[in-house]
């Protein structure tokens, strides 16, 4: 399974990150379908130039033509004036295997549950926090998604 091959390389690459988006929404236990997986990590350059070279010895390339070194030296540009959220790779030979980094957001700020699932444990964004992270997004699928999470915590 392509994201437990992920959750590999990155720990393979020591890159801390958690998973955020609809594959957290649906590790916590909320219904929930997706194709791409979404992740934040921690901001240093050492760990976007490490999550680039783990995405790419998966077969991932990035949807823009930037390295790790020029998304970590212009992201805030890249956010406040090109709004840009998410630095995205897909694997040209398998377009279901995407992974988009969440630029937005710094891991050393977000608290992380760590899941069992298929005999790993993977760090997941903590359901507070994920929810905060929806509600700043605002999409239909967002609102979706913080509803279900609400239902888990009563």
Partial sequence: MFLYELVDAMHKAEVPF???GGYAVALHGAVR???DIDIVIRTAKRHYLAAEAAL???GLTPRLPVSAAEVFGFREEYIKNRNLIAWSFLNPADPTQVVDIIITHDLTKLRITNIRSGGRTL???AI???IAMKKAGGRPQDLEDIRALE???K
Wanted: hydrophobic residues 55%; glycine residues 6%; charged residues 15%.
């Fill in 18 to 20: 958690a998973i955020v």
């Fill in 33 to 35: 379908g997706t194709v």
């Fill in 56 to 58: 790419r010895s998966l």
């Fill in 123 to 125: 760090p997941v964004l």
């Fill in 128 to 130: 507070a926090d994920l």
């Fill in 151 to 153: 239902e888990l915590q």
